[in-house]
């Protein structure tokens, strides 16, 4: 028995599970590139500088003189 036009009732409670299934792929995957995305960028710590690149700035900004940097670089690469 046919119930107007179509191949029978319309949408069935199996349309919306594919629907449902269907969202859930789309939400899933734009979480997933996005955790990725995020994952890749960095690794959720605070970046900090290296300490030679501090050093330089230090230098640079007038806080130790040349002497001073040369000390603390060659304790550093020790």
Known sequence: MMHGYGYGYGMNIWMI????IMAA??????????Y????????GAVKTAAPLDILKERLARGEIDSEEYQRIKDELLR
Do not use: N, T
């Open 17 to 20: 599970v594919g629907w449902i």
């Open 36 to 43: 990725l995305l995020r994952k890749s960028d960095s690794s």
């Open 25 to 34: 792929v789309i939400i899933f995957a734009v979480y997933g590139l996005m």
